[in-house]
């Protein structure tokens, strides 16, 4: 049997999704910008694209700009903040995707730009009164704080942050590389998010595109010089068959949320219980068990060191079962993830990530307990 379980690094491609970017790869050729009937075919499919985002997300179609995904659209929100918005102070967590800590690194050391870490418990929680107080002593700050954490699974509080943010005049990025389509979305109902950050693969769409919201209250200059693409934001010719494909994906996700999240809830339930019933000293990592405060998709399990295999993702791997130790960058290693180094987990434990999709079935639980169950002692 073959079990992927490795969701969160990155999600197959829908059936559908193929379909839509096929006849467009064969015939859709032209270039975006050309004034012909072939660019204007193309073009008109990129901004129907843009229309199917923003309509979800409920702001504006001129809001969104495609990227190559979620490293580039982190990039730009904190490196634009900091050169067109003239933030002095970012606000960020220490358990944040790398896209992020290393772009707010590189400002640290080569700008006047001060980083401040937000306090965060063994759970996993961001501090929020920590958050307020840092913001109360810092004008003009940008926090960055993801939507959801890619390896515990934690769900922030984003519209609550945003409004904290607008309390003390500070910008908003959110990287939500993992929650758009898990959650549901209303950017003008709270029109306190900045920059929100975003990546096709990970909802069944291509890779190596995606997008970023920039709220129209704001204004930056383009980072890619060029032809003046993306509305002069964003230079190079589009990835037009991969927009219009996260595109579709991104329509096929929120058609059925509901019933997907309902599918996702009972495998992470199911994998929970028996992980439990066959594991005495399983740890679940972060808010696994509080249900509406951590993803459906995202379940991160520790156990005692001597309990379990050294090298039990090469081994389930072996038996067919694809998971993960920690984040896609440092998956296929056995280095401490970052993320787990700072909820203090021991050192003397093995963790795995399991993460799921609405392709995964109920019985593929059971197979992954009785793998698991091999390298058990
Ligand atoms: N942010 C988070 C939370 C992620 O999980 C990832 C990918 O794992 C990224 C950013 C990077 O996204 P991309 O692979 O599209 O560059």
């Known amino acids: 049997m073959k079990v992927y379980f490795d969701n969160a690094a990155t999600t197959k491609i829908e059936d559908e999704v193929i379909k839509t970017i096929l006849p467009i790869m064969k015939n859709g050729f032209g270039n975006p910008s050309s004034p ?35 490293t580039e659209s982190d990039n730009m929100a904190i490196n634009s903040a900091v ?66 954490n890619n390896e ?19 910008y908003f990025h959110t990287d939500a590389v ?31 595109v995606g997008f970023l919201y920039i709220n129209n209250k704001i204004k930056i200059k383009s980072l890619i010089k060029g032809g003046g693409q993306e509305r002069n934001l964003r230079g190079g010719t589009e990835n037009t068959y991969s927009i219009v494909g996260m595109a579709k994906a991104f329509e096929l996700s929120y058609k059925n949320l509901e019933n997907h999240e309902n599918h996702l809830i009972k495998i992470k339930r199911y994998m929970i219980s028996e992980l439990k019933k066959n594991f ?18 995202i379940l991160s399990v520790s156990f005692p060191k001597n309990s379990i295999s050294d090298f039990i993702i090469i081994n389930l791997d072996i038996l067919g079962v694809a998971c993960s130790g920690g984040s896609a960058c440092s998956s296929g290693s ?14 003397d434990r093995s963790t ?6 609405r392709f995964n079935k109920i019985e593929e639980v059971d197979y992954v307990i009785n793998c698991l169950k091999k390298f058990y002692n």
């Open 36 to 70: 012909h009937s072939y660019g204007r075919s193309i073009k008109s499919h990129i901004e129907i694209s843009r229309k199917i985002i923003s309509k979800e997300l409920n702001c504006e179609s001129n809001e969104i700009y495609f990227t190559s995904g979620g």
């Open 83 to 148: 050169r067109d918005l003239k933030v002095k102070t970012i606000i960020s967590s220490k358990i944040e995707h790398l896209a992020v800590l290393e772009t707010i690194n590189s400002l640290g050391l080569l700008n006047d730009v001060k980083i401040k870490f937000v306090k965060v418990d063994e759970k996993g929680n961001i501090d929020l009164n920590d958050l307020e107080k840092i913001l109360s002593k810092n004008f003009n700050a940008l926090v960055s704080l993801m939507h959801a």
């Open 152 to 170: 515990i699974g934690n769900i922030l509080r984003i519209y609550e942050v945003a409004d904290l943010c607008e309390k003390y005049n500070a």
């Open 178 to 208: 993992q929650t758009i389509g898990h959650l549901r979305f209303d950017l003008k109902y709270n029109n306190n998010i900045h920059f929100l950050a975003s990546s096709s693969h990970k909802f069944h769409g291509p890779k190596g």
């Open 280 to 297: 005495s000293n399983v740890i679940f990592n972060g808010l696994s068990e509080c249900f509406d405060l951590s993803l459906n998709s």
């Open 334 to 347: 056995i280095k401490k993830s970052h993320v787990l180094k700072e909820l203090n987990e021991k050192k």
């Open 352 to 357: 795995i990530r399991f993460s799921f999709s």
